[in-house]
């Protein structure tokens, strides 16, 4: 279909709507449309299980004590060097890097080709699988070389996690709750990580000699993931793979972006604007305390074990809220996130500067209710939800890698640089990070009333409200 004409057919069926459903222009009002009950067990289910990349992913942050003796023990054989572990340490993030890159350029736009639901289900089972091997293969042969290897494998598929996953279940969901499907297996994704922090309690599998163990959990879980995913349907798009070949295909993509990024008919404002909302929504003080938990904790008075327990009472506590988050997070105004997440991003950082002099664990407890809260609401998952909105399917894949490609490079700096300021300096390295997502906020609110000011275009444009497919109207929930 011809993509004027079918702006042209949404605009008119928004005319419609607004006429006979007298919707607001600010906060248009979709139809109400059921739930699929099988669709919301195997979304849950979905997320649950896509844990295991993300779990594999955070193993770092769970077993940081092991890890540096492995990456000691490398350092001294291979380099020479005893530096107690935090030059591999820092190595991982570039690492990580890389993966990101490779992903962004390779794997992602696979989209487009292949389709959805392979490059989500079937190349994530694939790479996830790899860097599990990978890390069991470190703890055998006890070479924290590998275990970089492994952690490159698997940020290719946290790359579809964190983006091909939500733009997968928002193509399959109903039409007016999209983002609520797509941030509540988001925030699901990390219920499978609470497995793994008890599983990397010190009196459990938490050392150098069992720590290898916690990956093959994470390979059950992925198995779950793949029998899962295989059910959910596969959307429905044209798939290039029958129109070109691969490296043809890659040469149009790349093509594209040149294209995309000389287009003045309002892309250019949308990309800053969804590029801002994601470095506000990804580089913040949580992210950094999600991956380097223990040393954080540590330096204010607590122990490895304390630590772990602190993060499974505060998610049990916090478990009701993954429901009641997303909904949340979908109802309130999008402008207002900053409102709210900025203050809770400044209260923390303000706490672990308190803290690292005062040991009080009271004041860990709180800081931990905070990020969980936060995390709880699939808040990561936002700027590529509002990605869906504003951006045609043509542009979205292209659109959302750039995004993904500005937030990996911001990213990497600050994990690469946080293990240097563990001690002293760490209380300050992320009251320097919450500054840096004011300033995110700041240029994402600019940049959000440049879209405003296009006109009736920039509103969020009315979806087709059909059942989404593989399901009957009998199966509905409401």
């Avoid at 990978?134 to 924290?144: I, M, R, T, Y």
């Avoid at 492994?150 to 940020?155: E, I, P, S, T």
């Avoid at 997303?326 to 706490?351: C, W």
Wanted: aromatic share 12%.
């Amino acid at each position: 279909m011809d993509l004027e004409f079918q702006q042209g057919f949404l605009d008119y069926q928004y005319v419609v709507a607004l006429r006979e459903e007298k919707i607001s222009l600010k906060h248009p009002k979709l139809p109400t449309q059921g739930i699929p009950k099988i669709f919301m067990l195997k979304c849950l289910l979905y997320g649950f299980s896509c844990g295991a990349t993300m779990s594999m992913c955070q193993l770092g942050a769970l077993i940081n004590a092991p890890l540096m003796v492995l990456f000691n023990k490398t350092s001294r054989e291979v380099f020479g060097v005893d530096d107690g572990g935090i030059l591999l340490l820092s190595a991982g993030s570039w690492m990580g890097m890389a993966g990101m890159f490779f992903s962004l350029a390779a794997v992602i736009p696979l989209m487009d080709f292949l389709g959805r639901k392979v490059v989500c289900v079937y190349i994530k089972f694939t790479f996830t699988a790899l860097g599990s091997a990978l890390f069991v293969l470190s703890w055998l042969v006890q070479n924290g070389l590998l275990y970089l290897l492994g952690v490159a494998c698997l940020v290719v598929p946290f790359a579809v996690v964190a983006l091909g996953d939500i733009i997968f279940l928002s193509e399959i969901a109903p039409s007016n709750h999209k983002a609520f499907f797509a941030m509540l297996s988001f925030s699901f994704v990390t219920v499978s990580a609470q497995i793994c922090t008890v599983l990397a309690r010190e009196d459990m599998l938490g050392t150098p000699e069992k720590w290898g163990y916690i990956p093959l959990f994470g390979q059950a879980l992925n198995m779950v993931m793949l029998f899962v995913g295989h059910s959910l349907p596969d959307p429905e798009q044209e798939k290039l793979m029958d129109q070109m070949s691969l490296a043809k295909f890659y040469q149009q993509h790349f093509g594209k972006f040149a294209g995309f990024l000389r287009n003045r008919n309002g892309l250019t404002e949308k990309l800053l604007l969804v590029m801002a909302i994601d470095l506000f929504a990804v580089m913040n003080i949580s992210l950094v305390e999600g991956i380097f938990l223990i040393p954080i904790y540590r330096g204010e008075g607590m122990d490895v074990n304390e630590i772990l327990s602190m993060g499974l009472i505060v998610f049990a506590v916090l478990m009701p809220f993954r429901w009641i988050g997303p909904m949340i997070l979908t109802k309130i105004d999008n402008r207002k996130i900053f409102h709210y997440a900025l203050p809770v991003f400044a209260l923390k950082s303000a706490l672990h500067l308190v803290n690292s002099w005062t040991k009080i664990e009271a004041l860990c407890y709180v800081n931990q209710f905070l990020e969980k809260i936060v995390e709880a609401t699939g808040l990561p998952a936002i700027s590529y939800i509002i990605a869906t909105e504003i951006f045609a399917p043509e542009v979205l894949v292209i659109a959302t890698q750039l995004v993904m490609v500005n937030s990996t490079v911001f990213m990497s700096i600050l994990t690469s640089l946080a293990p240097f300021t563990f001690g002293t300096c760490l209380p300050y390295y992320l009251v320097l990070i919450t500054v840096f997502s004011a300033v995110a906020a700041k240029f994402a609110i600019r940049f959000w009333r440049t879209v405003d000011e296009q006109g009736p275009e920039s509103e969020v444009l009315l979806r087709k409200c059909s059942p989404p497919p593989g399901y009957s109207e009998k199966e509905l929930l409401i």
